[in-house]
């Protein structure tokens, strides 16, 4: 199956420094990436959809300019959480489709720990 | 609005059958999906349902009922190693996928 792969797999920073998380098709060429949001004991929030090469569209009530996502290839997207607070502290997951958008293969996810 | 309905928890005994149901309001619909998410990971795919009807793999099987907007998930010879959250999830007219909340699974020996 495909692979997608996530760095780091965690990550502890102080608030109000800026962390980037980034995403990579191993085997195939990603199209559209997506990146969810994940609190203990609650389902995948879906952030944002990138498509390579295009801004990423946001979901309602999440912040693009504290949420910087770039898809500069077809194997690569990252997700800068900008200026870090506790209240993002969570389990960070991205996923990658192909032009057959009917699976998306995830990543293994990034927890991020905010002090 | 889209909805997906799932029980948030149910236990089942090691061994034996279990099936969770998953209910679903969208707008459109291009397949429905479930993942499999042990806690402190990344979900994994189990099944796509995209026509009605049963889909067997192994132990695991999906069902789907589009006239109903119904699934579900059912697994056989439970093993204490399926203790997990499992997650139905439907592409909608825009490849979007809209998530459930989850349900766990707690597999008593």
């Known amino acids: 199956g495909a692979v997608v792969s996530q760095h780091p797999s965690w990550v502890i920073c102080k608030s109000g420094t800026s962390v980037k998380i980034e995403c990579r098709s191993l085997d195939f060429q990603a199209t559209t990436m997506f990146w969810y949001r994940q609190f203990p004991k609650q389902s995948l929030m879906l952030m944002a959809t990138?498509?390579?090469?295009?801004?990423?569209?946001?979901e309602q009530g999440v912040e693009k300019d504290k949420f910087l996502i770039n898809h500069a290839s077809l194997t690569l997207s990252t997700l800068t959480v900008t200026s870090a607070h506790p209240e993002d502290s969570s389990f960070y997951i991205c996923?990658?489709?192909?032009?057959?958008?009917?699976?998306?293969?995830f990543g293994p996810g990034t927890r991020l720990t905010v002090l | 609005g889209q909805n997906i309905d799932q029980p948030t928890e149910m236990t089942a005994t090691e061994g034996a059958i279990v099936q969770i149901n998953c209910t679903y309001q969208?707008?459109?619909?291009?397949?429905l999906f479930w993942y499999q998410q042990h806690a402190g990971e990344a979900p994994t795919f189990l099944s796509y349902n995209v026509l009605d009807g049963l889909e067997e793999k192994g132990r695991f099987s999906s069902f789907l009922s589009r006239s109903k907007g119904y699934s579900y998930l059912l697994l056989k010879e439970l093993q204490m190693k399926d203790s997990a959250s499992y997650l139905c999830a439907v592409l909608d007219s825009n490849y979007q996928l809209i998530w459930g909340a989850g349900t766990k699974l707690i597999i008593k020996p």
């Open positions: 969208t707008s459109g619909f291009n397949g």
């Open positions: 996923s990658g489709a192909s032009g057959d958008h009917n699976e998306q293969f």
């Open positions: 990138s498509n390579e090469g295009s801004k990423a569209t946001y």
